[in-house]
């Protein structure tokens, strides 16, 4: 019975990765940089300091979105987070501190029944989850980075995404109010999903709905996603260790051979042929390349990878989009970590790193 369970457990956490738990990641970021107005005569700002709730995915397709294709539909996700406004001046490309939000808790998942098994399993974590943006101006993004850190023992793993707007990105202002109409006492998004948000108490902001892509959900009678946020009086931005830098590795001695450790991840390119033209970025401290591989990318059909970008817009939350074209791909492999980069002239503009 002990090695029946472990094979479950071991099936379950190959198909609860954390690079395919990035949509509930952004939805939790797009919901902790909401600033809010206290509806007083200084119209004080606040920001969220805690986040709990759940997200029921009843559908094939939520479930499918989380990379959990081998479960029956029902899993159950619970989350537990504080929230806190974080800076840093240890940026080495930075021209201007970046800030941003981290997110640190307990995420746990019950209710996992594999398709072709018995039984249910739940995975229980600690997680920490780092969102930092770099500013030109008030409303231009220069850089963004993400660090999704899961604690769980031996499946433990770490993700961390760079990206490069070039041109900077528009940061639009008041996107959350302008995507959000009054019904009745609560206010309710106007396209997409079915969103509501509402007022629970003083300070306390419930945001439940719709997940994507979800058939007869009305976020009343039936509700697949259930948050609670705790509101507090904005607060100085802590300032944390950065540890996202990025280096151009020497691969001239790596032979080119296969690199498996990100994953499918090339396949969100529009990828030509292969390429000796190796750009190998990955995180500083990488050590003993094993195997690296390069395509290079179409100028003209590149699709742009925006995930879940549609459903935060239509609810007015902050969502990344990045289109690459004309570049080249590379990905490097060493004992216990892998990266893929996307680089235009030899520039880095998309990195993604898995340890």
């Given at each position: 019975m002990?090695?029946?369970?472990?094979?479950?457990?071991?099936?379950?956490?190959?198909?609860?990765?954390?690079?395919?738990?990035?949509?509930?990641?952004?939805?939790?970021?797009?919901?902790?940089?909401l600033e809010f107005k206290d509806e007083k005569e200084d119209f004080e700002l606040l920001e969220v300091e805690s986040i709990e709730g759940t997200l029921d995915l009843k559908t094939r397709s939520s479930m499918d979105s989380l990379g959990l294709n081998d479960f029956k539909?029902?899993?159950?996700?619970?989350?537990?987070?504080?929230?806190?406004?974080?800076?840093?001046?240890q940026c080495q490309i930075c021209e201007n501190n970046p800030v941003g939000v981290l997110l640190s808790g307990e995420?746990?998942?019950?209710?996992?029944?594999?398709?072709?098994s018995g039984g249910q399993i739940r995975i229980e974590g600690n997680l920490n989850v780092t969102h930092m943006q770099e500013f030109s101006s008030k409303d231009m993004i220069i850089r963004e980075w993400l660090t999704i850190d899961w604690d769980l023992d031996e499946f433990s793993a770490q993700w961390d995404i760079f990206i490069e707007h070039n041109p900077p990105k528009w940061s639009l202002d008041n996107r959350y109010d302008a995507s959000l109409v009054d019904s009745g006492d609560v206010k309710k998004s106007r396209v997409g999903p079915v969103i509501y948000l509402e007022e629970i108490i003083e300070n306390s902001i419930n945001i439940h709905g719709c997940m994507p892509n979800s058939l007869n959900c009305d976020g009343i009678n039936r509700e697949e996603m259930n948050l609670s946020t705790k509101l507090t009086t904005q607060r100085e931005p802590t300032n944390v260790e950065f540890t996202s830098?990025?280096?151009?590795?020497?691969?001239?001695?790596?032979?080119?051979?296969?690199t498996e450790n990100i994953g499918d991840i090339r396949n969100l390119f529009v990828t030509e042929d292969s390429t000796t033209n190796?750009?190998?970025f990955c995180l500083e401290g990488i050590e003993n390349i094993e195997s690296v591989q390069s395509?290079?990318?179409?100028?003209?059909?590149s699709s742009s990878i925006s995930p879940m970008g549609l459903w935060l817009s239509s609810i007015g939350l902050p969502s990344s989009s990045f289109t690459p074209t004309g570049g080249i791909w590379t990905e490097i492999d060493s004992e216990d970590a892998g990266c893929g980069a996307f680089s235009k002239d030899g520039e880095l503009y998309l990195g993604i790193s898995k340890s």
């Open positions: 002990q090695a029946i369970s472990e094979h479950i457990g071991e099936q379950a956490m190959k198909y609860f990765r954390p690079a395919e738990i990035l949509v509930v990641f952004l939805v939790l970021f797009s919901t902790a940089s539909p029902g899993a159950l996700v619970e989350l537990n987070l504080n929230v806190d406004s974080i800076t840093s001046d995420v746990n998942v019950s209710g996992l029944r594999p398709i072709d830098n990025w280096a151009n590795y020497d691969v001239t001695n790596v032979n080119d051979s296969n190796h750009n190998a395509w290079n990318i179409s100028g003209e059909t």
